[in-house]
């Protein structure tokens, strides 16, 4: 370059110097993404009047996971008479359990618990894990909580539908939520569904253990005790639906847990809705043929149920204990669910725990 001119010199040089200048520095590494944990239930209107249970009630009716022949009959059906009288009607039943002191629904109380306590018993030596709650219907939605872990730096998401077990009117509405969620998301967190628990041991020991728990603080023993699920049509299951198969798992299970055979632990489902055929027996008829037959003394449990909520606290606790005592029964007694009790939150923490395997490092499973 001995020969060359100046001006090509400094040329060159400027060159040299701009390439450097475009190599970017190393970048820092991202901070690890946080692991969140999402509980969800069904859903509970905002109020217990009439609004607010309409509100609920035509998000739940038109999901056609609920109702799935969401043709021009039904609208017709939901819009001109439903949601015209039954609001009225349900709200009545919310204020017989609502909670005065936080203005909520126990469901919403109950689940709100079920998170706080959960986080707790992660611990402090899981500081990456968040947990959070929602409601398929209903607040907190699925979309802002989603959003919110989202923006908190969870780049991994374990969503536990709280139905030990499955049902497309249940389980699946709720992941086709969070599907559709994450659908509008340009940066998607990984995602992981917890399945049904209904054979799950520690499940089935925990809903034996509170049965027994409950009986022996009754003063007086049933002649038979009811394992009250929520009904579905028959024709959900004809389609291949799995949920009475999951339910009669349960049963058995159940039934070998407590030393009960089918004529002491008897499986019945509740909350028929319409004119459709639904699951059977039915609740509320067997509880008045019981009545009717010279039995005195029932209690029932509802196994299908992670959380009180209207369908265990008024269906079964008030309206089915009438039903019994105006048929000739003398003692009916309705079971909690597991709830937030230490059995329950045994199970939720176990599901939550095997199923962040390869999330979570193994010394912090302990």
Not at 328 to 340: E, Q, R, V
Request: hydrophobic share 45%.
């Amino acid at each position: 370059m001995q020969g060359e001119p100046l001006s090509h010199k400094l040329a060159a040089m400027n060159e040299v110097s701009s390439a450097a200048k475009a190599v970017p520095p190393a970048a820092k590494p991202a901070p690890a993404a946080k692991v969140a944990v999402l509980l969800v239930n069904l859903g509970t209107p905002e109020a217990a009047n009439a609004a607010a249970v309409r509100r609920y009630l035509k998000q739940f009716l038109t999901d056609p996971r609920v109702i799935e022949d969401q043709g021009p009959l039904w609208q017709l059906v939901l819009n001109g008479a439903i949601l015209r009288v039954r609001p009225h009607r349900k709200a009545r039943s919310y204020a017989k359990i609502w909670n005065r002191e936080k203005n909520e629904s126990p469901l919403k109380t109950i689940t709100r618990s079920q998170a706080e306590k959960l986080a707790v018993m992660l611990g402090p030596q899981r500081p990456r894990i968040a947990v959070d709650w929602a409601m398929r219907y209903g607040e907190p939605a699925i979309a802002s909580r989603l959003e919110a872990l989202v923006a908190q730096g969870c780049g991994r998401v374990l969503v536990l539908p709280l139905y030990p077990q499955y049902c497309a009117a249940t389980t699946a509405t709720a992941g086709d939520e969070v599907f559709r969620v994450l659908a509008r998301m340009r940066f998607q967190p990984a995602l992981r569904i917890a399945p049904p628990y209904y054979n799950d041991t520690v499940y089935v020991e925990a809903v034996a253990s509170a049965t027994r728990a409950a009986l022996a603080k009754l003063d007086f023993t049933p002649d038979v005790i009811l394992a009250s699920f929520h009904g579905v049509p028959q024709a959900y299951v004809d389609q291949g639906d799995p949920y009475y198969a999951q339910c009669l798992e349960t049963m058995r299970l159940l039934r070998a847990a407590l030393a009960l055979d089918e004529s002491r632990l008897i499986l019945t489902f509740q909350s028929r809705f319409g004119r459709t055929k639904w699951l059977e027996p039915a609740t509320d008829r067997t509880v008045r043929r019981l009545a009717r037959d010279g039995t005195r003394n029932i209690a029932v449990i509802t196994p299908g149920f992670s959380a009180d909520c209207l369908e265990t606290l008024e269906e079964i606790a008030v309206a089915n204990a009438h039903v019994f005592k105006r048929y000739g029964g003398k003692n009916f007694a309705a079971i909690p669910c597991l709830n937030d009790s230490a059995a329950g939150m045994r199970v939720i923490s176990h599901l939550v725990l095997r199923e962040l395997k390869g999330w979570v490092q193994k010394t912090d499973d302990g």
